[in-house]
């Protein structure tokens, strides 16, 4: 059997992860495809801060 050549390479996932990070967002992960294609997960800053406020306040009701 010979093997089969990647469908992408490293440079291809960095250039995708830098490409998101320009965009101003925040990678929380990546997937990777059988058939080479790149998901790139973000999360939204503003959601982030939305769930940090909410914890905090539910922490000071209880005490």
Do not use: Q
Request: some cysteine; glycine content about 8%.
């Amino acid at each position: 059997m010979t093997a089969r050549p990647a469908p992408f390479k490293a440079p291809d996932v960095k250039r995708a992860v830098s490409c998101a990070l320009s965009l101003g967002l925040k990678v929380t992960g990546f997937e990777i495809g059988t058939d080479g294609r790149i998901i790139v997960h973000t999360s939204d800053a503003a959601a982030d801060s939305a769930d940090a406020d909410l914890e905090k306040w539910k922490r000071s009701r209880n005490g």
